[in-house]
């Protein structure tokens, strides 16, 4: 019994899509262990599940210590870059409180510059974040707003049909008229 080919979209089932996720998931962090051992290098696999659970893998002791060596490595890949896009400077931040969580440091441990720096990737991180729920607010509204002129239309048109019809029928029978246009008429009047 062969495999059958598997289109790259959302899997719609959703006990098909966790078994699906599980395996895959498996899948890739044997993978990565297998080059980690095969090859000599140092690997790392960060998941979150569609409902937010973490899955991780790495092969060295610490995945906080891979983040931190990915961290020094893309700024000084960007540190000389006068021209850093928000999109990278987030993508920063996000590492940040990747770790963060990852260690699970306590506030109270932090020194006062290191809240402040948390305190601004915060502001930064919910400023972008409100900024983006607004925009898809936008989007939505105009969305609603185009159905809403498109349902207007449609019923004016309807109106001229249905006006249309009962000049055709003065007398009130509605010949050659089907039943359910007959009901959606009568619904409309």
């Known amino acids: 019994m062969g495999r059958r080919k598997l289109q790259m979209k959302r899997i719609e089932d959703k006990s098909s899509r966790q078994v699906t996720f599980s395996k895959r998931r498996?899948?890739?962090?044997?993978?990565?262990r297998e080059l980690s051992i095969l090859c000599d290098v140092d690997t790392a696999v960060i998941i979150f599940s569609s409902h937010g659970k973490l899955f991780e893998f790495s092969s060295t002791n610490s995945l906080g210590n891979m983040l931190e060596r990915y961290r020094s490595h893309y700024e000084e890949k960007y540190?000389?870059?006068?021209?850093?896009?928000?999109?990278?400077?987030s993508h920063a931040e996000l590492l940040n409180m990747i770790q963060s969580q990852l260690e699970e440091q306590k506030v109270e441990q932090l020194t006062l510059t290191d809240l402040v720096k948390l305190e601004k990737q915060l502001t930064m991180s919910l400023s972008e974040?409100?900024?983006r729920k607004t925009e898809l607010m936008m989007?939505?509204?105009?969305?609603?707003?185009?159905?809403?002129?498109?349902?207007?239309?449609e019923y004016k048109l309807l109106q001229k049909e249905v006006?249309?019809?009962?000049?055709?029928?003065?007398?009130?029978?509605?010949?050659?008229?089907d039943p359910p246009l007959e009901l959606t008429l009568t619904l409309l009047q």
């Open 26 to 32: 498996s899948g890739l962090i044997k993978k990565a």
């Open 163 to 177: 006006a249309a019809m009962e000049i055709s029928n003065t007398d009130g029978n509605m010949v050659g008229v």
């Open 79 to 89: 540190e000389t870059s006068k021209d850093v896009k928000p999109a990278l400077i």
């Open 139 to 153: 989007e939505y509204i105009m969305s609603l707003r185009e159905k809403k002129r498109l349902l207007g239309e």
């Open 129 to 131: 974040t409100r900024a």
